[in-house]
Structure formats: structure tokens, C-alpha cells
């Protein structure tokens, strides 16, 4: 929001110097806030949320290896500051097709990924629950890019099943839609996604 997502983008590519420099800034700023803020409640959290999007319907809005390379040291300092100062789970929201850095996510510490944008590149479900259901926790899944707005309750009931026996099975799953419902989503397919979850 400092300099616009496309400005920044091309500082991770053209002026690595200054995006580092920016980056950590933010980290030094967002910890000093996140430290406060554990130290008056972390005693009583479940979940810490931290959100950013690192994909898009297509895949990765950056390389792995640029986030990696720019992205990830700051968020694994970040990350383990929040892990050291409560016992909360570290939840992760990105949109987006992120499979390609999943491990790097799980190994700074995420527990649990929102919103598992099963539409984008990469985000199938049985692949996911299977590569990584034993480390990482989902959050998400029923798709409201056409599912939700353009499917038949009996199609939303028929998926939501379908996402619960995938991503619910031994656990380790939030069923909810991959993003908002929004105000083209008919009423009958809301009632029927939340009577498929009783």
C-alpha cells in the first residue's frame, strides 16, 4: 500500500536494495505492533491471522524463488516472533495458486493456509490434502468464483460434500467459502452450502 502492488513488484525485481529496505521496515513495524498486541491477549488466542497474497487465479504473482529470496526472511523472523508469544496457531490467509511455496510456508512456521482458492493453478484439493494434510491445516475450499454464484443448491450441496471427505478426512479442516459471499451468490445457495455442513 506504500508504493502500489505494480510500483512494488517491480522494486523486488529492479530495486532489490530499496524493496529490502522497505521490507524491513514493515517487519520492524508490524512486530513492534504484533509484540503489544500478544502481550495483552496471546494468553487467550486460538488462532493468530495473518494475511497477504502471494498468488492469483493463474499461480505465484511472484517467483518462488523471489519470494524466497525477498519475501520469506522477513516473514520467518515475523512469524517466529508471533510463536514465541503465544501458543495461538499461525494462520496464513492467501489468495491464489500458492502450492509452489507451501513447504517454505509450513517451514516458518504456518499452520493453517485460508482460503485454499481451489479454482487457481495448482490448488486441487486431493493434492494438497494429500502433500501436506499431515503439517499444514486448511481453511476454505468451497469455491465462490462459480460454484457459489452460478451452481444449483444441489450442486453446492453435492461439492461441499465432497470438499469435507477430501480436506476433513482425520482432521485438520475449517470448511468456508474461499472468499466473502458476495451479493450475486443466490440465498438458496448459501442455505444449501450451510445445510451441507450440518
Given amino acids: 500500500m506504500i508504493r502500489g502492488m505494480e510500483k512494488f513488484l517491480i522494486d523486488l525485481i529492479l530495486s532489490k536494495p530499496f524493496a529490502s529496505a522497505l521490507l524491513e521496515k ?8 504484533m509484540i503489544r498486541y500478544l502481550q495483552e491477549i496471546g494468553a487467550y488466542l486460538d488462532v493468530v491471522g495473518v ?3 502471494f498468488g492469483a487465479q493463474t499461480g505465484m504473482l511472484i517467483s518462488p524463488d523471489l519470494f524466497r529470496n525477498m519475501i520469506k526472511p522477513h516473514l520467518k523472523r515475523y512469524f517466529r516472533l508471533i510463536r514465541e508469544n503465544t501458543a495461538a496457531k499461525l494462520h496464513l490467509h492467501s489468495c491464489g495458486g500458492v502450492r509452489e511455496i507451501l513447504s517454505d510456508l509450513i517451514d516458518i512456521g504456518v499452520e ?10 495448482g490448488m486441487d484439493p486431493e493434492t494438497l490434502k494429500h502433500e501436506y494434510g499431515d503439517r499444514l491445516s486448511f481453511w476454505g475450499g468451497i469455491d465462490t468464483h462459480h460454484l457459489m454464484p452460478k451452481g444449483t443448491p444441489e ?16 482432521g485438520g479442516y475449517v470448511l468456508n467459502p ?4 458476495q451479493p450475486d451468490v443466490p440465498p438458496e445457495n448459501v442455505a444449501a452450502m450451510y445445510d451441507a455442513i450440518r
Fill in 112 to 121: 493453517v493456509l485460508n482460503p485454499v482458492q481451489v479454482s487457481a493453478r
Fill in 155 to 170: 450442486e453446492v450441496t453435492e461439492e461441499v460434500r465432497r470438499i469435507v471427505r477430501i480436506l476433513g478426512k482425520g
Fill in 26 to 33: 514493515v517487519t520492524e513495524i508490524q512486530s513492534v505492533k
Fill in 51 to 53: 494475511g497477504d497474497d
Fill in 178 to 181: 474461499v472468499h466473502n459471499i
